[in-house]
């Protein structure tokens, strides 16, 4: 009968947040309906990822689709989406998008209490090929509800009181915590339902598994240097471990959370605050990581205590295993106690 239950028990994402939700019940459910907003824009996004390629082999993609509109990017496209679900659900009051470089306030009646940094299709660049690709999204709760500024967005990550990424690939994934643990839903196309299939996701402590883009290797400083050299010609017996690298930053932090190992975007001589964005890449994949019982370092402090003094900036960022990371920490602490 368990396994019986365990099929008909539909655990969706909806009824999971408002489980959740029950256990503050000070809570008027504003971030169920945030949440729902944010499924709703995934649920678009894949079905329109899942279309791309098809519109490509039929032309659809071309200058002008079969209705006579411009066919939008994906990308821009995604964008688009996003903020009009969170604006419309009435419970935001600052967006950040990769895809704006402005950030975003919402006038009343619209304006809510949460601020929702996100990156609407991250990786784009390799749809074409196929290659899975993803929405990364931070959510701050607003300081001042009715005097929403800058300054509710840069914060450090350890104010953000949730983060996830939904992976469009081979299907399509949604991995969320809002500060307690970890948990992974998968869509359900025929009931168009995110159904909880990870529940509380914890990361290996140690993995067999790096991921960095090795064509960086002569920009690196020591520390990164000494370690790939570790990792990949091991002096204590044990085995080298395994390079994955696809170059799609949910792909492969989806890849690190569910098997171990670590993810780095080091900095370099050519980018010195490394290449990924600290508000909607950097910060939600380090809530994870250490909500999955990971670590995320930035070469000189944990991810999450950095303060942003600009939406679109950058950070050198080394997340995953607990173990593998505090080795990475462990080189810059010698570095930088030589130094
Ligand atoms: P590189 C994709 O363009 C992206 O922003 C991340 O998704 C990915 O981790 C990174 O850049 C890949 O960068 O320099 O290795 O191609």
């Known amino acids: 009968h368990a396994a019986e239950a365990q ?8 009824r999971h947040a408002l489980n959740e939700q029950g256990r503050h019940p000070e809570s008027r459910g504003d971030f169920t309906i945030l949440l729902s907003h944010i499924v709703l824009g995934c649920k678009f996004v894949a079905s329109a990822v899942n279309k791309a390629g098809l519109a490509k082999l039929i032309g659809l993609a071309g200058v002008t689709n079969v209705q006579g509109e411009e066919q939008k990017k994906l990308d821009v496209l995604s964008n688009e989406v996003f903020v009009k679900a969170l604006v419309s659900s009435g419970r935001t009051c600052v967006l950040v998008s990769e895809e704006n ?3 975003i306030f919402v006038d009343a009646p619209l ?37 929403a500024t800058l300054e509710d967005v840069l914060q450090p990550g350890t104010d953000m009181i949730a983060a996830g990424y939904c992976m469009y690939g081979s299907s399509c994934t949604l991995v969320l915590s809002t500060g307690n643990g970890v948990n992974g839903f998968t869509l359900d196309p025929s ?28 920009n690196w400083d020591a520390p990164t240097a000494k370690f790939v050299e570790k990792c990949k010609f091991p002096q204590d017996g044990t085995s080298a471990k395994s390079l994955r690298y696809i170059g799609s930053m949910v792909a492969d932090v989806h890849r690190t959370l569910l098997y171990g190992g670590i993810f ?35 070469g000189k402090q944990r991810a999450l205590e950095l303060v942003p003094t600009e939406i679109h900036q950058r950070s050198p960022i080394f997340l995953g295993s607990y173990d593998d990371v505090e080795e990475m920490k462990s080189l810059y602490a010698s570095e930088s106690s030589t130094a």
């Not at 008909?8 to 994402?13: C, Q």
């Open 111 to 147: 304006r809510g209490k949460y601020c929702v940094c996100f990156d609407p299709l991250d990786g784009s660049s390799n749809i074409d090929c196929g290659v899975s690709i993803g929405t990364i999204f931070g959510i701050y709760m607003i300081k001042e509800k009715d005097n």
């Open 191 to 218: 009931l168009g339902e995110f159904i909880l299939t990870h529940p509380n996701i914890k990361i290996p402590k140690k993995g067999k598994i790096y991921s960095v883009n090795e064509g960086n290797a002569q």
């Open 7 to 14: 099929r008909t028990d539909l655990m969706t994402i909806t």
């Open 264 to 298: 780095l975007y080091p900095a370099d001589k050519k980018s010195p605050n490394g290449k990924l964005r600290i508000l909607y890449e950097v910060f939600p994949m380090s809530f994870l990581m250490e909500q999955a019982g990971g670590q995320a370092f930035t």
């Open 101 to 103: 470089e402005e950030a």
